[in-house]
C-alpha cells in the first residue's frame, strides 16, 4: 500500500534520533505548566480534588487543599519551565519524579474510586492517574541525555555498542568476583 525508499526512512529515523528528545523534553513541559496554571484557578484542574484530598491525608490533615493547591501549580510550573529551558534539569527531573511519585498515592489512598471492581479494571479517575506511566517514562528518557547519552541511529554503531556493553558487563562482574 504505502512504501518509502530505504535511504527515506532512513532520513526520517535519523531525524526522529535528532530531535526525539528535545520533542519529548518541550511536550512534557508544555503538559506541566498547562496541568499546574489550571490549578491555581479553584474548579479548572479534573484533579484538584483528589490532589488536594491526597495532600490532606499525607500530611495528617495539617495542609489544607488551599494551600496546598498553589503549592502544586507552582511545582508543576517550575517543572514544566524547567524541562522547556533545560535549566536544572537534574533537578527538574527530581521534582518530576516526586510530583509523580505523589500522584500514585490515590490509587493506595482511595481504591474504591480509582478502580471499579479490581485492580484490573481502573475508574476514569485510575487511568487518569495510571497514565503517568509514560510521563515518568517521558522523564527517564530525558534524564538518560544529561551525560550527553544520545539515540543512535546508525544500526552498526548499536551492535557495537550492544558487544561493548555485554563485554564490560563481564568484565565488572570478573572484576567483583577477584576482589570479593
Do not use: D
Not at 527515506?8 to 520533542?23: C, F, H, L, P, Y
Not at 519529548?24 to 484557578?41: A, N, T
Amino acid at each position: 500500500m504505502f512504501s518509502i525508499s530505504g535511504k527515506t526512512e532512513a532520513r526520517i529515523v535519523a531525524w526522529k534520533a535528532r530531535n526525539g528528545i528535545n520533542i519529548l523534553r518541550i511536550c512534557l513541559g508544555i503538559i506541566f505548566i498547562w496541568f499546574g496554571v489550571l490549578k491555581f484557578f479553584p474548579g479548572m484542574s479534573s484533579a484538584e480534588e483528589i490532589a488536594g484530598r491526597t495532600i490532606l491525608r499525607l500530611t495528617f490533615g495539617w495542609v489544607k487543599p488551599s494551600t496546598s493547591m498553589p503549592i502544586l501549580a507552582i511545582w508543576e510550573c517550575i517543572i514544566g519551565l524547567g524541562l522547556i529551558t533545560k535549566a536544572w534539569l537534574r533537578l527538574t527531573l527530581i521534582l518530576l519524579y516526586m510530583q509523580m511519585a505523589g500522584t500514585f498515592l490515590p490509587l493506595i489512598f482511595f481504591p474504591h474510586e480509582t478502580f471499579h471492581h479490581s485492580v484490573l479494571v481502573p475508574t476514569l479517575l485510575g487511568q487518569y492517574i495510571i497514565k503517568n506511566f509514560v510521563l515518568i517514562s517521558g522523564g527517564i528518557l530525558i534524564g538518560a541525555t544529561l551525560k550527553g547519552g544520545k539515540l543512535i541511529n546508525k544500526p552498526l554503531l548499536e551492535e557495537k555498542a550492544v558487544k561493548l556493553e555485554k563485554r564490560f558487563g563481564r568484565i565488572r562482574r570478573l572484576v567483583k568476583l577477584e576482589t570479593a
